[in-house]
Structure formats: C-alpha cells, structure tokens
C-alpha cells in the first residue's frame, strides 16, 4: 500500500492504495465520488473523465498513485454555490444528455475543449469530443450545447486554475 | 422554476426541460453500481473461453484460499436455487429452446457463458481468485453462422439433435388480408418486374453506456434486487416463477439506469447468479459488469439473412412480397427471443399496397451470444429490406426512388388502413412528410449536383437516399399479444396519489432510462389535474412503490403508459368532484372542473383540487358514505398499435478512388402524433438516427472461427464517435394516432428503424452508375473500395504497377478485389 495525498473538489484527502488502484477506483470507491462512472475497460468511453490540474484525463487511465499532490476536479465539484457551471447549464437547456451516463465525463471534456479553444467551430468540437461515447444523443445536442456554452464565456472552467505544464511522474499528462 | 406568468396554456406540447436532468449534470445520479451495503460482497464471474464444451471438472481449491475470498460456487453447487432464464414468447408450439441455466452446470453453449462464481471483500480480489478457478473443458465443434445452422452438420447444442428452432409463417391468402403471392409472382415472371435480392442484416451490440450491475440484498424479510434493467417487473415475475421464491418476498427495483436499447430488456444470468451467490453467503453481494464482459454477455441484435422476391406490374405498381428470413438466435432464446424476427412480420410490406404477401422466418441456435431485442426489434430489418427493394424496383422502371413510393403508398384519405399483412394503420400522411422533408432537403438541388457529378466524373459522387418508413409501435394489446402465444399482457398502469400539502405522486409502470418519462408524465398530469409541473413527482421502477406495470421497450411507454396516467387523473378528477359538489353546497351536475378548478356553473364560487386533497386527508367534512381518499389507478390496454411514420432523406458522398464514405446530410421528417415535449421527441429522433446509420456504416460483431468475439472491446466494436457524425435536420408533420386519447405514438425506436436503409440506399445510389446495386454493411471504406474494383468501373483508368510498385501482385498483407472469405456479399450483383 502507498499513502498519497490528493485534492478532489477543493478537499484535501490522504490515503492509503494499492499501487495497481486507478483513479476512478480511488474516487469512486474509498472517496464515494460516485459522479464519476466507468464505463468500459479500454478508455476509449471517456466516461471517467476528470480534470487533473485543470486539464481533462480519462481516470481509467491514471494511477491513484499518480494523483499524488495533484488536484483533481469531477463533476460533483463543478457546480459553486448552488450555482452550475455554465456547461452543466448548457447541457441541462440544450437537451444534450438522456440516460445521462456518458454526461459527467462529457461535461468534463467539454470544457476542456473550450479551455483549449474558447471560440471552437462545429467541427473543432466535434474532434475535441471524439475520445467520448454517447449512445443516446447522437451527439446533436450536445453539440449545440458546447456552442452555447462557449458563447456564455464557458472557459476557465474547473476549479484548480492551471492549465499547463502539469507533469505525472516525470510524463508529459 | 418557471414564474407562473411564463406558465404555458397547457403543457402537453412545450419543450420542457427535463426534470431528470438535474442529478444527471451534478453527479448525484443513482445508479446500481454507487450502491454500497454494510457488509456486501463482490461478485466476479468465470466464463467459458469456448464457444461450445462440455465442462468434465471444475477445480476451486486454489481460489478459495485466495484472500478476501468468502465463496467459490459452481453451477452445480446452486443448482437448485439458481432459477432459469426464461423466453416470454415461444413463436410457435413446438419452438425448440434448450434450458438456460445462469451458471452452466455440464455444458457451455458459447463463449462468455458462466461456469463459476468467486464471492469476496472487493471487487478486485474477487477478479484475482476468479483467474485461480481451474476449469477442465471438453472442447466440442461449434456452429456460428445461421445458414450454417440450418444444415444442422454441427450442433449447437446436441442434446436437441437440430439447431431449428422454430418456423413461423404469416401467409395473406392463408389469413385472407391478401391474395396469394406465388401467383402473384407467377403473373409478374410473364408480365411484369420481379425482383430476388439477399441482403444481410449483420449482428449489432446494443452497447448501452451504463455496463449493467446488480446488487442483492437477502437480509431482512424481503430480498431486495436493485438492478440496471428496463424491466423491474418482468423480472420479479421471472425470479418468482424459476427459483420457487413467493413473488411477494421479492422486491427488484431499477435505480437510474444508463440506457438499454433493448439491451437491457432481458432477465440476466448475470442476476441470478448475483441473487444465488447472494442467498447463499446471506449478505448482500454486488456484481457489475467490466465493458468486456458486457458485450460478450449481454444479448446482441439483428443477425438476420434475408431472402427476398418483390413482384410488381410494368409500371412499377407493386403486387406481391415474399419474404424468407434465417435468423440467428445465438445460443439461447431469449425473453424476446424469435419473437424479434416476428414482430417485423407485418412490416416488410411497409406503407405500401401489396396485393398478396408472405413471410416466414426459421429461427436458428448458435454457439454464439444470445440475440434479443435491439432498437427497433424486427421493424428495422423490415425496413431496410423494403426500402432497399424500392429503390431497386424504382432503376427498373426508370423513375425517381421517391416517385415509385408515391405511386405505391396508402394515401392519407385512405386511413384507417388494413394492410396486406392484416395490420390495421390508425393514422398517417406520407404525402405531407415527403414534401416536407422535400423541402428541406433541396431535393431536387442535390439531384442536379449529382448529375452534374456524375457528368463530370468526379472522383467523389454524390448519392441520395430514401426511406420512407412506418413501424407499429407500443407493444400491447394483450388479446393479440394472447393470441401470438407471448406470455404476458400489453397493458400499462398508473396511479395518482394527492398529498395533503398540495402535492402530486404519479406512479407508472413503465421503467425508463434516458427516455425522461419524469418530465413527460408531469407534463401530462399537469394539464388533466391543473396542477403545476413542478408539484409533481413521478415514481417508477420499483416494484414495492409501483407494483403493477410491464415496463418500457417497444416504444410502448408513452402510448401505453401515458396514456394510463391520463385515466387516472381522470379518475381522480371524478373523485374529487363529488367532494367538491359536497364542500361548494351544490349540486355534482353543476359542478365543473378547468385547470385545477371545481366551481358551480353561473357563480364565482370555486375550490381548488388540491384543497380537496387536503379535505380528503383531514376528513373532518366529507359527504355521507363517502370513503377518504381522492387518489386514483388505472389499467390501459389499447386497441391497437399506433403506427408513426416519416421520410429521411441521406446524401452521401463517397470517394470512387479510396471507399471513403461522407455523411453531407440528413433530414428527416417524423410523424409521431401528437408531441408532448418536442425537445424530448427530437433527442428521440437524433440518438435513433445515428444508431441506424451506425449499423449502416460502422457496427458489426464479429466472431473468429473458433466463437470467439473479435469485436469484444470498445476498441474494435466501433460506435459513432461525435467526428463521425453531422447534425441533424429533424422535423415533425403530425396525424394523431386513434388508439389513445392523447394522439399520441412512439418514438423511441423510429429513428433507428428508419435511417439505416436511407444511408445504403444514398451510398448506393452514388456507385450505381459503376453497376453497383448492393454494398453489405456495415458499409466500411474497405468494403465501399472492394466493391468499386470488383464492379470494374476503374478498370479503363486501372492504376499501374509501376505507379504503386509496392503493391505488387502475390506480395502479402494485401487486399485482393474479390479475395474476402468473410465477406462473400460484396460488390455488385449479390
């Protein structure tokens, strides 16, 4: 077992994991951030999606370990003060969620996306969601959602701020 | 919250937003997989490598000791406890169906089956002993195509000594709704058009986001199955019936649940085996799903081969359909089933006036993963056959694909209409939705692009695409559900509970996931009772809360389900009315309700009725022999099915030098009857869409020789990405429906129905001039580039030798025009 200390949703945790845990695992099970879901085992789904110093990582495909002074954002700390984020808001009006399971990791990327590119065209969004699997939507709505969002000035989107340069174990994220 | 003054007049028929969205966007979702117990265990499953064995010894020693482990349970250890699967429509008397037990005991039947079960403190240690059970297989021969199957050389599963399953047939002149089609196809040889066509319908994962989960609990009095289905209810009836457990001491509830497309209306062995491993440990125990698992496990879709003759007159009036299926069950027959195949017995014939029709299917046992229900169930191969063979039929006569539909369609005077197949259609307006999706389309600009391409011989051609589809939709009445031998009704309940506070609860039967039954039901609650929107909650799946219903597949929810929520705020209505009379001093008959309102004709005097909610809770003045209490249930059993109807229109691009296909657009114009939330409609529309132009271009599940799922991961079962597709054009005509009082039809399953033959027929409308009439789908570059060379249309422009010298003759790793074992259909004339 190893002893990391993590920041999710502006807490501060410290905890015991095994090395093999992943990060979904860590904050699903010994966090209950049950927000942020699993949905295949090859992380092509996107479902886990998290923010790891403010820039979008698939959680399947990160270690615990590797969180390890890091700061993470899920979906159940992009809402503040009982206000949501301008991109949960988007996809609440736009209709872009239905069983609503791909959604959290959707949201996640979404904003990264728009982190990337404030002002995107259809088509820049599009491949910024594309390592993300929705079967219910076709994708339209949310499209459009991510449109509205970036005009509603959607960036600096989660809480911890940095946006770049951020390393894990010596590897580019 | 919307102020009262932004109030719609009525609510059926605003774009709400969704109700359900809120946990959805926040991360307080409930789904099966958060549920943590005091006490619970994991489960994981060891399954079969082999598509077919026998199982000569299982060796659990080593797992047992391995930590963590509480219980290492084989088929045989829970024999007795662990119930069946169980197939709810057996097509004919004599259907042949080998048991299904969850934990396979002697035999596997296909790969994925599950032969043992490890009980442990976490998941991951349940994973790691479950790599410790040593299980000793006798590997037999395995069969996986249907045509295979039918010869019977190989069996499925010996014992039956046959892989048919059963043969179902609906003949016109047989039933008289038609006449008799070989004379009909007779007449058409010696003076007219016939047209024979195989196409294939390949196998599909419904590949639902949420993996599926189960959790147990068999402490305290009842055992408490939470479970990510689409079907709470059938399944505590299948648990009941199979494992001798009173129905009553049982209580299955579906929490949030990610999505099903059919995928998910089955009874699991993944259930039972999680409800045995739980009674036996006498904890609560939690089994979920990895990806992997899913679509090896879970029941796949379509996998039917299609035998066709359409038999029309010179002027293309068509005369006659016969249809011949094989369709490939996998390894087990499933709750649905053969049933699938049947349910598009009255839809090859489509909108269209046949004279005289047949259809028969044989069903047939693989050793692959069972086939059940997937969006749209036996109305999209219908589909796709019919509309394919329109566009054949429209190149013989030489005139445009959407010219010989209107020649050949039940006009909207027409209606109600009782079709070849027997089928009565309620309502609809091809004509209308056409000309509509005409317009948007620019139908007749993109005709003149295309010629222009074509006249050009530009590289990249331009194909159009038509389908113009119906679908009977909302699976119910119970008399002709009775009378085709399925094992359950049709019919949907609802009941309303008026809370002392002002208050509504609306209880239905139907179990959604993603389709937003919360927001609709509120909807159509809101305007029958008066009530706000946001005064009601709708409750569902759960079966201690809600304990009559049949749940939510075959587009049948709203048709169905909404429609019994109608009846008992109705009901409701009534009841408080006779309190009202009481507490206003008038008489009923002068007593009239409006929008939330009892008052006495010709006075302002008036009661609200949720100040009769709170009358009925004290009781402190009713009237005389009146019983307490205003709530209210109901039962709705249609008449009939409804049958929603639309024309997509697809223009595809596809480049003659490489195969790449390219979606340029998509309309489509649906007329689902009456809306009751056009946002939730559209989103209906979009998410059924891209599935079907999925199967048209990207999703296959593919086995090896040996039954083993290739396409077993996300990284080889390929679904639409958001850089794969377009957005969409979606509209609406509206004919409402005359089964329910609301007008309304489904939609869930429409939009999967109708787009997959609109994408083949534009992909081979643009290859047409090289001699092409069949591309086999999924329509992948590869096979788009195959076809084009074997139809020889680059044969005068050939590329040399010299030109790609690395693509020499008889060099390996090379694609041969021709050489494709797997995928004999290609290219032109098949």
Redesign the interface.
């Known amino acids: 077992m190893t002893r990391i200390s993590v920041t999710v949703d502006g807490v501060d945790y410290s905890d015991e994991v ?1 090395p ?1 845990t992943l990060l979904v ?1 860590y904050l ?1 099970e010994q966090l ?11 992380s ?2 996107g ?1 886990c999606t998290v923010h790891l110093d403010g820039r979008s990582v698939k959680s399947c495909n990160v270690l615990a370990v590797q969180a390890d002074g890091h700061d993470v954002t ?3 700390g ?2 503040k003060d009982g206000e ?1 984020h301008p991109m ?1 808001q988007a ?3 736009c ?1 872009a ?8 990791g959707m ?1 996640m990327q979404a904003i990264d996306v728009l982190n990337d590119t404030p002002d995107p065209s ?1 088509e820049q ?19 459009k959602a991510v449109q509205q969002a970036a005009g509603a000035g959607a960036t600096t989107g989660s809480s911890a701020g940095t946006t770049s340069g951020s390393t894990l174990g010596g590897e580019p994220v | 919250m919307t102020a009262v003054e932004d109030r719609p007049k009525t609510e059926v028929g605003a774009a709400r ?2 109700k ?10 409930k ?1 099966t ?2 549920i ?1 117990l005091t006490g619970m265990q994991h489960l994981a499953m060891v399954r079969s490598p082999f598509a077919h064995a026998r199982i000569t010894g299982i060796d659990t020693a080593a797992a047992k000791k391995a930590p963590g482990v509480v219980a290492v349970l084989t088929g045989a250890d829970i024999k007795d406890t662990q119930g069946a699967i169980a197939n709810a429509w057996p097509i004919t008397t004599d259907q042949k169906a080998p048991a299904h037990l969850p934990v396979a005991v002697d035999h596997v039947a296909c790969a994925g089956e599950i032969v043992a079960l490890v009980v442990a403190r976490t998941a ?1 240690l349940a994973r790691d002993a479950a790599e410790l059970v040593e299980v000793d297989y006798d590997e037999l021969p395995a069969v996986l195509d249907a045509k295979e199957a039918v010869e019977d050389a190989v069996l499925a599963h010996p014992d039956l000594g046959t892989n048919k399953s059963a043969l179902w047939r609906l003949d016109s002149g047989e039933q008289g709704s038609g006449g008799d089609v070989d004379e009909e196809i007779a007449k058409a040889r010696a003076d007219g058009i016939v047209i024979e066509r195989e196409y294939r319908q390949q196998r599909l994962i419904p ?5 599926r989960s189960t959790v147990v609990d068999p402490t305290g009095e009842q055992i408490t199955v939470w479970t990510s289905t689409q079907v709470p209810h059938i399944l505590r009836f299948l648990i009941a019936a199979t494992t001798g457990l009173p129905e009553s001491k049982v209580r299955v509830i579906a929490p ?4 099903g ?1 059919g995928g998910k209306l089955q009874t699991t062995a993944e259930e039972f085996a999680t409800l045995a491993a739980a009674r036996h440990v006498g904890k609560p125990v939690k089994y979920t799903e ?3 698992e899913s679509l090896v496990s879970g029941h796949h879709g379509r996998d039917q081969y299609q035998t066709l003759t359409l038999a029309a007159t010179k002027d293309g009036t068509v005369t006659a359909l016969k249809v011949d299926l094989i369709a490939n069950l996998g390894a087990y027959v499933g709750l649905v089933g053969g049933g699938v195949p049947v349910l598009g017995a009255w839809m090859f014939n489509a909108i269209y006036k046949f004279r005289a029709y047949r259809f028969t299917v044989q069903t047939v046992l693989t050793n692959t993963t069972w086939v059940d229900a997937y969006r749209g169930a036996g109305r999209p191969e219908a589909t796709y056959a019919v509309e394919r063979l329109m566009d054949e039929l429209a190149v013989e006569v030489g005139v445009d694909p959407l010219e010989i539909r209107e020649k050949n369609w039940i006009k909207h005077e027409e209606f109600p209409f009782t079709s070849v197949a027997g089928m009565t259609y309620d309502s609809g307006n091809y004509e209308a939705a056409t000309a509509r999706a005409k317009e948007l389309f620019d139908y007749d600009g993109l005709r003149r692009e295309q010629q222009e391409r074509r006249a050009s011989k530009d590289p990249v051609q331009l194909g159009i695409g038509v389908s113009t589809f119906t679908e009977m939709c909302g699976l119910a009445p119970s008399r002709v559900l009775g009378s085709l031998n399925y094992g359950a009704g049709g019919w949907e309940h609802a009941s309303i509970r008026m809370l002392a506070t002002g208050k509504v609860e609306v209880i239905t039967g139907t179990s959604p ?4 039954h919360e927001t609709a039901w509120s909807q159509i609650a809101a305007d029958r009772l008066g009530v706000p929107f946001e005064d009601i909650e709708v409750l569902h799946g759960d079966t201690q809360i809600s304990p009559r219903g049949l749940d939510t597949y075959g587009s049948r929810s709203l048709v169905v389900g909404g429609e019994a929520v109608v009846r008992a705020a109705d009901k409701v209505v009534e009841k408080a009315k006779v309190v009202a009379a009481h507490l206003l001093e008038a008489s009923i008959d002068d007593v009239e309700f409006s929008q939330g309102r009892f008052t006495v004709r010709g006075t302002d005097n008036g009661i609200g009725i949720t100040e009769i909610a709170t009358a009925q809770f004290t009781s402190h003045n009713l009237p005389d022999g009146v019983e307490s209490g205003i709530d209210a249930d109901a039962t709705f059993d249609p008449d009939n099915f409804s049958f929603p109807h639309g024309t997509h229109l697809c223009a595809m691009e596809v480049d003659t030098e490489t195969g790449q296909v390219t979606m340029r657009k998509y309309v489509s114009v649906d007329d689902v009857g009456q809306i009751i939330n056009p ?2 409609v ?3 529309v ?6 079907g132009i999925a199967q048209a271009l990207w999703e296959e599940a593919v086995f090896d020789d040996q039954g083993t799922l290739v396409s077993g ?3 080889d079962y390929t ?5 794969d ?1 377009i ?2 054009v979606t509209e609406n005509t509206t004919s409402p429906s005359t089964t329910n009082t609301l007008g309304t039809k489904g939609v869930g399953e429409a939009g999967a129905i109708a787009s997959t033959p609109a994408v083949v027929n534009a992909l081979v409308d643009a290859l047409r001039p090289l001699g092409i009439n069949d591309l086999q789908m999924p329509c992948t570059p590869e096979r788009v580039w195959k076809a084009i060379q074997s139809a020889g249309s680059n044969q005068a422009e050939a590329t040399t030798g010299d030109a790609q010298p690395h693509f020499d003759a008889g060099a390996p790793n090379q694609d041969t025009p021709g050489d494709d074992a797997g995928a004999s259909t290609d290219g032109a004339g098949q």
Request: hydrophobic share 30%; net charge negative.
């Open positions: 095994e093999r695992h699903r209950g951030k049950t927000g942020t879901v699993v949905g295949c085992d090859t092509n789904c479902a899920t979906i159940e992009l809402a949501l949960q996809f609440h009006d209709h969620l239905q069983c609503g399971y791909c959604t959290p949201i259809e969004i599009r491949v910024g969601l594309e390592g993300n699997l929705c079967r219910c939507t076709g994708y339209h709505n949310i499209v | 937003k969704r359900e969205d809120q946990r959805l966007i926040t991360g307080r979702t789904w997989d958060n943590q991951a590949a639902f986001m949420e993996p949030d649940v990610g999505g497309f990895t990806r992997s996931h993603g389709q937003g946002l939730i559209e989103g209906q979009h998410g059924g869409v891209v599935q991961s996300f990284v679904l639409p990405t958001a850089a597709t957005s969409l």
